[in-house]
Each structure stands twice: as C-alpha cells, then as structure tokens.
C-alpha cells in the first residue's frame, strides 16, 4: 500500500477543489424540498460543477451514471438518481459529491432533513456528523490511522447505532480512490503512521438499526437490510503536523 503524500502546490489545488465542492453542497442544501426528484438534484449539481469549469469524478465511475449520489431514508450511499423518485416532507436525504479541479479531486457527503422530521432521524444525522468530528480529532501527523476509525465507530455505537463495515472511507487526490482505506470502526492493528500532506476522505455511514447492508438489483444502492434508517457525512481531510485542514468544510 502506498499513500501519497501531496506537495505544497498539490494542496493548493485539493484547497481549491474542496472549496468548490463545498460550494456545491450548500446549493444544493438550498435546492431540497419536497417535490423535486432525486433527478433533479443530481442535474442541478452537475450543472454547479460544470460551471466551475470543474469535471464530476462519480459520474461514469464504474458505471455509475450520474454526478451525484442521492440516499433517502433507508439508503446507505450510492443511492442513482431518478426522475420518479420525488423528495417528501419528512425524508431524510443524504447528498454524495466530487468533482475534479485541475486534476485534484475531493469527495463530500452530508444528510439533509426535508422540513419536519422525527425527533429520532435528527439525533442519527447530528451523531453520524459527529461521528466524523469525534474521528479527525486523532488526524494528525504521527497518529495512526485506526485511532481514527475507533473513535468514529465508538462515539456511534454509544447511541446504539450500528456502523456500516461494509463500506470505508479511502485516500483521495488524482484519483477518487487512493490508499488507504478508512473503516469507520475499531481495528485490531493501529494502522499506518500519519504524515502531513496526505489526504483523505473520511466517511462514517451509521444505521439507526443494525449495521448490515444489502445491495439492490440496480448493482449501486445499498441500504439498510433491517430497513431502518441511515445517514452520511464525508469530508475530504488534510493531515498537517497540528489540526487537520477540513478542506470541504469553511465554516
Ligand atoms: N463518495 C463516494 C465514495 O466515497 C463515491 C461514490 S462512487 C460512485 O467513494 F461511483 F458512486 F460515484
Ligand atoms: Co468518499
């Protein structure tokens, strides 16, 4: 395995592709409501990213055929957007996103409440949120990865939450996809050593019910086998020798 380390002016760009996607979620946070389809949110992210003068890394990924991924309720990740799927006050709705900027990518994900929603649905976005916070406290340089992926995976399961194994959070820079992975659970090795100027995409999926996952026979959506409810939250990280640099998330 090997995880590359950027250079000042690579992190220049995956500053700026992280600024840009950041942009992208908060129109998009805008654009939900209920009546619009999941279609619709994908072409108005697409456009978004276009404009920038900026490519879409999911779209074509492995066949995966649009630019963002859209979650409702029970779905995981990777949920394919379509023009009959219609949003609903009372969803919760988890927004997958990329795109590439001069050749750097970055990758964020973020669980939105369409208008009113149950006590329940809010404290699993708050705690999934936190998770990830609870994570990137141990992200830096001389840390090892996996106390990363305990942290997040302890914080969750406090709630009784079941957190998602199937699928990891992973290295991020020319490639959507570089080492390493990133479980968002307890280990039993520590995992490699940190080092300033790596990046990475760090992304706890936590089921309000148990932890196991089930593809459907589109190949892409997975959700929840129990059918509870899931939520998202992804950022594209930089570790540094002192606080890691939330490169998708200003403020
Ligand atoms: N954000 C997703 C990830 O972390 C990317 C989705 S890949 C796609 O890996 F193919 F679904 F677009
Ligand atoms: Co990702």
């Known amino acids: 395995m090997s995880v590359s380390i950027k250079t000042a002016k690579e992190i220049e760009k995956m500053r700026e592709a992280g600024r840009l996607l950041e942009q992208v979620h908060d129109e998009l946070e805008q654009f939900i409501k209920p009546g619009i389809s999941t279609l619709d949110i994908d072409r108005l992210g697409e456009s978004l990213i276009r404009k920038m003068g900026c490519t879409p890394n999911f779209l074509h990924y492995n066949g995966y055929p649009a630019s963002i991924c859209v979650s409702v309720n029970d779905e995981v990740v990777h949920g394919i957007p379509h023009k009959e799927r219609i949003i609903q006050e009372g969803d919760i709705v988890s927004l997958d996103a990329g795109l590439i900027y001069q050749g750097y990518h970055s990758d964020a994900a973020r669980t939105h409440a369409v208008g009113k929603i149950s006590k329940e649905a809010q404290q699993l976005i708050d705690v999934t949120r936190q998770s990830f916070f609870e994570g990137i406290k141990f992200a830096k340089a001389g840390n090892h990865l996996y106390e990363i992926s305990a942290a997040i995976g302890a914080y969750a399961e406090k709630f009784g939450y079941g957190v998602v194994r199937d699928l990891v959070g992973h290295g ?76 998708t998330l200003s403020k």
């Open 172 to 247: 991020i820079g020319t490639s959507l996809h570089e080492d390493p992975q990133i479980p968002n659970f307890r280990q039993r090795r520590r995992g490699l050593r940190l080092q300033a100027g790596m990046t990475l995409a760090i992304e706890p999926m936590i089921n309000q019910g148990r932890a196991d996952v089930v593809w459907l026979d589109d190949d892409w959506t997975v959700v929840t086998e129990d059918g509870s409810l899931s939520a998202h939250y992804e950022n594209t990280v930089l570790i540094t020798e002192g606080e890691p640099e939330i490169l």
